[in-house]
Antibody, heavy 114, light 110 residues
Framework: EVQLEESGGGLGQPGSSLRLSCAAS????????MHWVRQVPGRGLEWVAG????????GYADSVRGRFSISRDNSKNSLNLRINRLRSEDTALYYC???????WGQGTMVTVSS | QSALTQPASVSGSPGQSITITCTGI?????????VSWFQQHPGKVPTLMIF???KRPTWASTRFFGSLSGSTASLTISGLQTEDEAAYYC??????????FGGGTKLTVL
């Protein structure tokens, strides 16, 4: 089955770090650009970060550049997002998304609160 | 690339047609057609409905039509059905590793 499954969300204190992961299956993961998109419940979609198939190029939204780090391990079919110096505005549902947007995971919720 | 602008809400009656606009698409011809539309029902994961301005994935109804004129992309839904009631987001890809989303439009089917 073609799917993406995120993990690693939860409650984090302001200033701390979290590492999100996304496990891909059912397609040739290493052939595609991958992205993270987040959504505050009840609000719109916000693109967060993207990475090319070989990790040669990465991109970040201005709102997260310098605190977020996207990476991937094609040998393990996994995509990662390191979130440093957590802020309350990082509270959102984080989706792992395949190039083109034709495949989304169910999302993992990050809540930042003391 | 600046954020894309969509109307906050649109509405229509069953059987009617509606159009949702998305302004702010770059005029760089080389990447001008990297526009997609997503549908999201409450509590659900977004679903791709249109890509490359006007192409439909296999699962998208032919009632969904995308177009681009100048810096404005549009999504037209014809023959409105109650199940079309959802939020719709446009997205533009100025480069492979960068997406820009519109603010979203809530479609109400009266």
């Amino acid at each position: 089955e073609v799917q993406l499954e995120e993990s690693g969300g939860g409650l984090g204190q302001p200033g701390s770090s979290l590492r999100l992961s996304c496990a891909a299956s059912g397609f040739t993961f290493g052939d595609f650009v991958m992205h993270w998109v987040r959504q505050v419940p009840g609000r719109g979609l916000e693109w967060v970060a993207g990475i090319t198939w070989n990790s040669g190029e990465v991109g970040y939204a201005d709102s997260v550049r310098g605190r977020f780090s996207i990476s991937r391990d094609n040998s393990k079919n996994s995509l990662n997002l390191r979130i440093n110096r957590l802020r309350s505005e990082d509270t959102a549902l984080y989706y792992c998304v395949k190039e083109g947007g034709d495949l989304w995971g169910q999302g993992t919720m990050v809540t930042v609160s003391s | 690339q600046s954020a894309l602008t969509q109307p906050a809400s649109v509405s229509g009656s069953p059987g009617q047609s509606i159009t949702i606009t998305c302004t702010g698409i770059t005029d760089d011809i080389a990447i001008h057609e990297n526009v997609s539309w997503f549908q999201q029902h409450p509590g659900k994961v977004p679903t791709l409905m249109i890509f490359d301005v006007n192409k439909r994935p296999t699962w998208a109804s032919t009632r969904f039509f995308g177009s681009l004129s100048g810096s404005t992309a549009s999504l037209t839904i014809s023959g409105l059905q109650t199940e079309d009631e959802a939020a719709y987001y446009c997205a533009f890809y100025p480069r492979a590793t960068t997406w820009v989303f519109g603010g979203g439009t809530k479609l109400t089917v009266l």
